[in-house]
């Protein structure tokens, strides 16, 4: 890890006061040794992967972490506040903040090291070495292992710790068979078994970027499993891959532990056995009960049955996680399939409506007349495959909710609910009903306690029939009816939309694509938007839904964009190349390309670029501007009802948001006293720079 953190990495008196302004602050020190290109980009990809589930954890530790294309090399920056910052860990603020940069193309090498310090972190000493260390030296020292935090134990430890990273980084057949000795050399209760072997556990971990917690968690359940005299293996999927257990371990196992915030890998291995499906950072602060809660199901016998052992639908989560939350996730799971069938289906067919004008959707079946030298022929070949590809919607959309549910089972019978809803004019409202039915039923039959001798048809024969049969009959005779007539009546909504209740519709819809650049109220958004269009005959009402919610989509890249180049002083030079990318980003319609502008500066760019968003989407409705397509930005145009008013709409909503962000940010500089082209981000990065300046 020597290459990894030297003392010019290390703060050790760290005044930031949020775990933004941290990561800025450390950040920072890797831009002025080159290991990173682009300050705000980076801060971006840091802020996304804190987004997916914060990294703070229990003992007064801050892990910010991703992988990113702005790091040259693999780096490690540490500081240490005296005041604590809040990183959302159970009990309270972390002193302790390691901030681990990894590039996009990591090799399997430098993860190892990066999965060795999560592993140290679960040492006690190694933290109080840490705390009371005098100088930055001495802790870049113990940070890369060249100062000891303990003679005897924290060696071992480490020592441990190190052999565990590298069988699961490097893809040893070793290390199962090392893990399990050590648990069993400190093996001192017998287990449940009538020969007194002691009780087996099998366990996997992993999280989103596969570099820190997916270790701490695996670290964390070993040692548990040594100090309640289990054998316990663990299978760490992190980003350099993994290691699969051997059959024969798994076979031999009497539970398993899933510590994960990502799909299990090969889940299908462990059918059959008691199971427990937490989020990773259980893994990481409760690993004693995770094996009290396996130990318990396999005394009462309650064995999971299928080829997925344990669902989505059945992991507790992270603390405070609800079924509102998972709610979410299964909703946006079928959305984010059902998008790129969105996407396909409506170009093609708004591209078939460019080149033959809209009665091509009369013409006859390509299949039995198609002229090549006819435009018509074309245009109808395209709108006939854009129409097949939208036949596909509402079915993805229920059978993907079913599999973010279910996993694999689902997939059966929400795709036959998703079906039906198409058959019964359900629609929309129809696929997002069957996809959570069939989830709940395939859920409910996977907690029955199934004999070992069907277990092996239960996956292909008993809980596809099943579910598809409960479903269906719940789609056709009790659900089905009154779901269509709620779908009809919000259409007739739809089309009835004019005057003042358009506009204002189109207002909302502005605020919510501009409210998080991308994130999920931008996709409900979007997603309301194309199911209007996502008919072969969508109403006027309905596509001047769509134009109002692409047009506010593009107006945050466009604005950020327009602003760096008028005012560019107000900006850093990082922000102003990031600017000259969104002009294309924000042409494209693809609102993600302010997202490095709303991580620097939230409370400046976000509300300016909701009012310029608000601004646009109203008047693109009051101009009347219809879009047949779901996606394309300026380069569908021409297959927009009034381009010019619409242009006129998006030009005026730049313009109002690159107005509001010049003058807050205006505002803000004679506070800061930043010079031109420095970073602007608050008092704490301020005093940060007089000390380490950013290199340009």
């Not at 020597?2 to 450390?26: F, P, Q, Y």
């Not at 971990?205 to 820190?212: D, F, K, L, M, R």
């Not at 059945?314 to 399939?337: N, P």
Request: with cysteine; charged share 15%.
């Amino acid at each position: 890890m020597s290459d990894m953190i030297t003392a010019d990495l290390v703060d050790l008196d760290l005044s930031a006061g949020t775990k933004e302004a941290a990561a800025r602050a450390l950040a920072e020190r890797m831009v002025a040794l080159g290991r990173v290109t682009d300050l705000e980009g980076f801060l971006a990809d840091v802020a996304a992967r804190e987004a997916q589930m914060p990294t703070g954890l229990d003992g007064g530790i801050g892990i910010p972490h991703c992988r990113s294309a702005h790091v040259t090399e693999p780096t490690l920056a540490f500081g240490r506040s005296a005041a604590g910052i809040d990183f959302g860990a159970p009990d309270g603020p972390a002193d302790l903040i390691f901030l681990i940069a990894a590039p996009a193309g990591a090799d399997d090498a430098h993860l190892t090291i990066l999965s060795s310090l999560a592993r140290q972190l679960m040492n006690s000493e190694f933290t109080d070495a840490l705390r009371s260390a005098g100088d930055a030296v001495t802790a870049a020292a113990l940070i890369r292992g060249d100062e000891k935090s303990a003679p005897a134990k924290g060696e071992a430890a480490a020592a441990a710790a190190t052999a565990g990273a590298e069988g699961a980084s490097q893809d040893t057949a070793a290390a199962p068979a090392a893990a399990s000795a050590g648990t069993a050399a400190a093996t001192t209760d017998p287990g449940p078994e009538a020969d007194g072997r002691p009780f087996r556990i099998v366990a996997v971990t992993s999280c989103p970027t596969g570099i820190a917690h997916t270790y701490m968690a695996a670290e964390s359940l070993e040692n548990a499993g040594r100090e309640a005299g289990v054998e316990l293996v663990v299978e760490t999927q992190g980003s350099a891959g993994f290691t699969r257990l051997a059959p024969e371990v798994i076979a031999a196992a009497d539970g398993v532990i899933f510590a994960h915030d990502v799909p299990v890998r090969e889940k299908e291995r462990f059918a059959g056995k008691p199971t427990v499906d937490v989020g990773v950072k259980a893994g990481i602060n409760r690993p004693a009960d995770l094996i009290g809660e396996v130990r318990a199901k396999a005394a009462r016998g309650e064995a999971t049955s299928g080829s997925a052992p344990a669902t989505p639908v059945e992991r507790a989560g992270e603390a405070g996680e609800g079924y509102g939350t998972k709610l979410r996730k299964w909703l946006m799971s079928g959305v984010s399939y059902m998008v790129p069938f969105v996407a396909a289906g409506g170009l093609l067919i708004a591209l078939g409506f460019a080149i033959g004008g809209y009665e091509i959707k009369s013409a006859p079946s390509v299949l039995n007349h198609f002229v090549w030298t006819q435009s018509d022929s074309w245009a109808a070949l395209m709108f006939q495959i854009g129409a097949v590809a939208f036949g596909f919607l509402v079915p993805v959309l229920a059978g993907y909710i079913a599999y973010g549910m279910a996993d694999r089972p689902g997939l059966v019978p929400g795709f036959v609910g998703g079906m039906i809803a198409s058959t019964i004019n359900a629609g929309f409202l129809g696929g997002l009903v069957a996809g959570l039915l069939a989830g709940g039923v395939v859920m409910a039959i996977q907690k029955i306690n199934i004999p070992a001798v069907l277990r092996g048809i239960m996956p292909v024969v008993v809980i596809p029939l099943i579910s598809s049969a409960v479903v269906g009959f719940l789609m056709f005779v009790v659900v089905g009816k009154p779901i269509a007539s709620a779908q009809k009546g919000m259409t007739d909504w739809l089309n009835g939309l004019s005057g003042s209740n358009a506009i204002l519709l189109g207002a909302l819809l502005g605020l919510m694509m501009c409210f998080d650049l991308g994130g999920p109220v931008n996709k409900v958004a979007y997603t309301f938007a194309t199911a209007g269009i996502a008919v072969s005959n969508p109403s006027d009402s309905a596509m001047k839904i769509m134009a109002a919610v692409m047009a506010a989509g593009m107006v945050p890249p466009l604005a950020m964009a327009l602003a760096t180049t008028v005012r560019g002083k107000l900006f850093t030079e990082t922000e102003r190349e990031n600017g000259k990318a969104a002009w294309v980003l924000g042409a494209s319609f693809i609102s993600e390309g302010a997202i490095p502008f709303a991580a620097a500066d939230p409370l400046r760019v976000i509300p300016s670029a909701m009012v310029g968003g608000a601004i646009t989407g109203s008047l693109s409705m009051a101009f009347g501007a219809t879009l047949r397509a779901p996606h394309g930005g300026i380069f569908v145009v021409p297959l927009i009802g009034n381009p010019f008013l619409y242009l006129i709409a998006i030009a005026v909503g730049v313009c109002v948001t690159t107005a509001l962000v010049v003058l807050l940010k205006g505002l803000r500089k004679p506070a800061q006293q930043t010079p031109a082209g420095g970073s602007a981000a608050g008092p704490a990065a301020a005093a940060k720079e007089a000390k380490q300046p950013v290199a340009a």
